[in-house]
């Protein structure tokens, strides 16, 4: 298995554009996790997935994020419009089960001017 | 909400001494996960304690769970420099969803 994938791996774009990230989880994976990791905030987590089902996204900052998950193989994390203070590393990672070792992504390194 | 605090946030040492971060959760954890993250790197799962008081062993690492199930430490003995990285500590959330927290980490760097 290649693991989680992400893509891109770096994206740099201007304040106001609407930024895409995208995840593929390790097959067979129930859960799926957005984390978002900043020197002055840490590793964050944004929203969660259960089964292809939004269980907690109280960690979305506002309405400016959104994050779906059409099916158990792909998930796409959207920010629009983007602001500078969105430049963050942003880690996809799947779990088999809830309470069980997370596999993390190599994360979307994303810079907003 | 469950909170998991991790102490210290930097270490600095000499290669070949010993090296201690200690997390500590505000409620009673399920089980508690270690992760390590290499400079640049992403987070890599390490180990998974479930049990009052359990300790594991890996190589030079050791991780022990609290008799209450509140805090968590990992020891690593006589550092190398492969070892430098960020650990992280994590536990599942509170409520229903119980999604994994991660700690704030514990940065250690290794000084040849």
């Known amino acids: 298995d290649a693991g989680v994938i992400q893509s891109p791996r770096h994206e740099v774009t201007e304040m106001g554009q609407e930024v895409t990230l995208r995840c593929k989880p390790i097959s067979g994976h129930n859960s799926l996790f957005w984390y978002r990791q900043t020197m002055m905030r840490g590793l964050e987590l944004l929203i969660y997935?259960?089964?292809?089902?939004?269980?907690?996204d109280s960690g979305m900052p506002e309405d400016r994020f959104s994050a779906k998950m059409p099916n158990a193989s792909f998930s796409t994390l959207k920010i629009q419009p983007s602001e500078p203070r969105d430049s963050a590393v942003y880690f996809c990672a799947s779990s088999p089960r809830v309470n069980t070792e997370a596999f993390f992504g190599q994360g979307t390194r994303l810079t907003v001017v | 909400g469950q909170q998991v605090m991790q102490i210290p946030q930097y270490q600095h040492v000499q290669e070949g001494e010993d090296f201690t971060t200690y997390c500590n959760s505000s409620?009673?954890?399920?089980?508690i996960q270690w992760y390590k993250q290499r400079p640049g790197g992403h987070p890599v799962f390490l180990i998974q304690l479930v049990k009052s008081g359990e300790v594991k062993k890996q190589k030079r690492l050791t991780f022990q769970f609290g008799e209450a199930k509140k805090n968590s430490s990992l020891h690593i003995t006589a550092t190398q420099t492969t070892d430098v990285g960020t650990y992280f500590c994590?536990?599942?959330?509170?409520?229903?969803?119980?999604?994994?927290?991660f700690g704030s980490g514990t940065q250690l760097t290794v000084l040849p």
């Open positions: 997935f259960n089964n292809n089902v939004p269980i907690d």
């Open positions: 994590a536990g599942p959330g509170g409520g229903s969803a119980r999604q994994l927290t």
């Open positions: 409620t009673t954890l399920s089980n």
